[in-house]
């Protein structure tokens, strides 16, 4: 079971309904392409027919997803534990200097520079070292260049 905020859900929700819209589209171009003839150097029947293929596969993921996923909103947390959703503050033990992070399910894929916190996901190092842990709690986050230590100073 993978744990989703109700966001993360609702944008789940509706890329799976894009994409079930998307179907009758695709259908109507793979027809016009078989109309033109020999199927065996009809390209544009092969694209169609890849698109459509890969359509139904991000549909049944998005629906697998959906299928498994808990809303972490409808979870009782206490409040000083960092779940799902949450934003917190922490401190770097070596250098001490103080950043957001956001502690998200899924990455939304967009990187806002102008944004005052990092997303990370549950399935992260960050991710896995933050979730559950309490405020005043000094994580330890196993990272490519090495281990980092940081103090959680609050849950914002």
Known sequence: MQFITRDEKQKLEEK???????????????????ALGDLKENAEYHAAR???GMNEAE?????EKLKNAQVADDIEVPEDMVFLGAVV???????????????????????DLDSDEIEVTVSSPMGEALLKARVGETIKVDL???????????IV
Request: charge should be negative; charged fraction near 45%; avoid cysteine.
């Open 59 to 63: 549909i049944r993921r998005l629906s």
């Open 50 to 52: 890849d698109e459509q």
């Open 89 to 111: 503050k922490l401190r770097d033990s070596d250098d001490g200097e103080e950043e957001l992070y956001k502690l998200v399910g899924e990455s939304t894929g967009t990187f």
């Open 16 to 34: 799976l309904k894009q994409l079930e819209a998307r179907r009758p589209e695709i259908t109507t171009r793979i027809a016009e392409a078989r």
């Open 144 to 154: 490519p260049r090495g281990t980092k230590r940081y103090e959680i100073v609050e």
